[in-house]
Nanobody
Framework: VQLVESGGGLVQPGGSLRLSCAASGFNFDYYAIGWFRQAPGKEREGVSC????????HYADSVKGRFTISRDNAKKMVYLQMNSLKPEDTAVYYC???????????????????????WGQGTQVTVSS
């Protein structure tokens, strides 16, 4: 199982970035994928997760309306479009995967750090002027 994140970098407040997560080594279609982040001195937290079955998504309140998650099963890719970035979005961003049978549990209940089994190495996002 391999998850590889890319697309991080330095961006000014108000700017945008698109993170990508490339998956391999498992049956991607049957896995929910989540984006998580960890800022220095803070616990890792869920940002957004997307269901295996119908592409339904869950977002943390802090990113609703600014971030959009999407998946391309044919390419085994998941994306996180981040707009209107704020300095508090600065963190290492990780993608992770968990087996999800028939879309259950719903993605709104499947976006916790401890629920995910496979993790990438992370990509740094820094929002600063």
């Amino acid at each position: 199982v391999q998850l590889v994140e890319s697309g991080g970098g330095l961006v000014q407040p108000g700017g945008s970035l698109r993170l990508s997560c490339a998956a391999s080594g498992f049956n991607f279609d049957y896995y929910a994928i989540g984006w998580f982040r960890q800022a220095p001195g803070k616990e890792r937290e869920g940002v957004s997760c997307v269901s295996s079955s119908d592409g339904s998504a869950h977002y943390a309140d802090s990113v609703k309306g600014r971030f959009t998650i999407s998946r391309d099963n044919a390419k085994k890719m998941v994306y996180l479009q981040m707009n209107s970035l704020k300095p508090e979005d600065t963190a290492v961003y990780y993608c992770a995967a968990v087996y999800q049978i028939g879309g259950r549990p719903p993605i709104s209940l499947l976006c916790g750090v401890s629920q995910y089994h496979y993790w990438g190495q992370g990509t740094q996002v820094t929002v600063s002027s």
